[in-house]
Nanobody
Framework: QVQLVESGGNLVQTGGSLRLSCVAS????????MGWYRQAPGKQRELVTT??????????NYADSVKGRFTISRDSAKNTVYLQMNSLKPEDTAVYYC?????????WGQGTQVTVSS
């Protein structure tokens, strides 16, 4: 089994910053993809960003709505993925979920609430 624990969610004002962390534990052997999704009230869960390990290094992917404001990074030695969120907007308010893919199986965290006040 793999467990994911997110942290760092909080209430922040528009224009502020937050850093989310997600630590994977348990049977973590080789994680190919780590990422973040979010779900706002009344909306579907959407992809925010992913980071994929490759032979040439890591590659990242971002939703258009967060490009230039959010940055994903990982510490493979600690099985941890981070999401640095800058210039936050009210529309970034959501529950943020960490996800990792290992051997073709996706594992999800319980989510952390991010609220951006206007």
């Amino acid at each position: 089994q793999v467990q994911l624990v997110e942290s760092g969610g909080n209430l922040v004002q528009t224009g502020g910053s937050l850093r989310l962390s997600c630590v994977a534990s348990g049977n973590v052997f080789r994680v190919n993809v780590m990422g973040w999704y979010r779900q706002a009230p009344g909306k579907q869960r959407e992809l925010v960003t992913t980071i994929t390990s490759g032979t040439s290094g890591d590659s990242t992917n971002y939703a258009d709505s967060v490009k230039g404001r959010f940055t994903i990074s990982r510490d493979s030695a600690k099985n941890t993925v981070y999401l640095q969120m800058n210039s936050l907007k009210p529309e970034d308010t959501a529950v943020y979920y960490c996800v990792i893919r290992q051997f073709g199986v996706d594992y999800w965290g319980q989510g952390t609430q991010v609220t951006v006040s206007s």
